[in-house]
């Protein structure tokens, strides 16, 4: 009598646990990137308002934010090779300090130039804080779940410039800008609370990276910036000019740009994970349509429907734009150098955005120059199209 032995079936393939996103020096970079916007934003507005109330007008305002964004771009420039030379923790410390100490000086009345001053300062620590909060996001996320961490930064960073920036406002609007100040400086200091979690030595693993894709560095390090600065232009001319407008009623605007502004962090918090499945190189092209067609809405003035439908179209594919470029910076240089281009680039468009299409606003018009701001973006869109085919 035989004996047949059946061939047991294999067990079900075990399903692969995803890696752990949140842990406590990731959750304590996130406190870091959101005191420090804190303080940035809540100031923002306060001088210039301080400069014009003081009799220093329109050009005065604009001289101390121009000097906060000098001095932040500045940073953004030493930032990656200050954390190669002493670490990401020490990095955060100067940011920090930088960024609140000065407000202490704002509790009292000040000159112009001293306001200038403190501008330079704080803007230069905030640089740093946000390179290095940037780049520590990157080290500390798992490689196939970075583009979610992104999102959850991009959240994180979201609701200072929701909340913040209109609290600094109302402050000032009711003579209480000394607490607008101290509160600056509080939230501009606390980062220093959290650095014992955070790690404490140099950029790992630059020069095996470095040498790894030197030959590739060119094209990353040149292509998404270009084309996250095209949108950040376009985004500081909204932003400046959407509520000079004639005929825009200032409700309007304000609500505009808060859809624009809640848009954007959750587009990019979405943007992050889809990324992470499919991909984020095939983002950037739709996303910067999605941002043009924006823009060409609010150029129908008369329209409060396309305005505030313009807003949110815009504010969705910077959103993405914001999650892709970052993403794919990070996958292609170090940690701090990808950060300090994606921070610049972000920074020194929207500074320039409403410096350059100011004068085009002057002859033309705002229409004008916001269709040209979205025509900026479309310009873009074949070096998009380039890297995506590779």
């Known amino acids: 009598m035989s004996t047949v032995t059946q061939a047991q079936p294999a067990p079900p393939a075990a399903t692969p646990v995803p890696a752990r996103l949140l842990s406590v020096p990731l959750a304590a970079t996130f406190l870091a990137e959101f005191t420090s916007l804190t303080s940035f934003f809540l100031l923002l507005s306060v001088l210039p308002m301080l400069a014009a109330a003081s009799g220093a007008g329109s050009s005065g305002a604009g001289l101390l934010t121009g000097s906060l964004l000098l001095g932040t771009v500045a940073a953004e420039a030493v930032a990656a090779l200050a954390i190669r030379w002493f670490g990401y923790r020490t990095v955060l410390a100067a940011g920090a300090v930088l960024l609140g100490g000065p407000a202490l000086v704002l509790l009292v009345p000040e000159p112009q130039a001293v306001m200038v001053s403190v501008s330079v300062v704080r803007g230069f620590g905030f640089g740093l804080c946000g390179v290095a909060a940037g780049a520590l996001t990157a080290k500390l996320l798992p490689p196939e779940r970075r583009g979610e961490g992104f999102g959850l930064l991009g959240l994180v960073s979201g609701v200072p410039a929701i909340v913040a920036l209109p609290a600094g406002v109302w402050l000032a609007g009711h003579h209480l800008a000394v607490a607008a100040a101290a509160v600056a400086a509080a939230t501009g ?3 220093l609370t959290v650095l014992r979690w955070l790690p404490g030595g140099r950029e790992e693993g630059h020069r095996r990276r470095a040498r790894r894709g030197s030959g590739r560095m060119a094209g990353p390090a040149l292509r998404l910036p270009l084309i996250f600065a095209a949108a950040t232009i376009a985004a500081g001319v909204l932003d400046s000019f959407l509520p000079l407008v004639k005929g825009v009623p200032s409700n309007l605007a304000s609500a505009a740009l808060l859809a624009q502004a809640i848009t954007a962090t959750l587009s990019r918090w979405q943007a992050g994970r889809h990324g992470d499945r499919y991909g984020h190189a095939r983002l950037l092209t739709p996303a910067l349509v999605v941002a043009a067609l924006g823009m060409a809405a609010t150029t129908m003035l008369g329209s409060t429907a396309l305005i505030f439908a313009g807003m949110v179209l815009f504010g969705a594919g910077f959103g993405v734009l914001e999650s892709a470029t970052f993403a794919l910076l990070i996958e ?16 020194a468009g929207y500074g320039a955005g409403p410096a350059v299409f100011g004068l085009i606003c002057f002859r033309t018009g705002y229409p004008v120059a ?18 995506t085919a590779r």
């Open 189 to 191: 200091l606390l980062p």
């Open 332 to 347: 292609q240089l170090p940690e701090a150098k990808a950060s300090a281009l994606w921070n610049f680039a972000y920074d």
């Open 370 to 387: 916001f269709a040209l701001a979205g025509a900026l973006m479309l310009a873009v869109v074949p070096v998009a199209l380039r890297g």
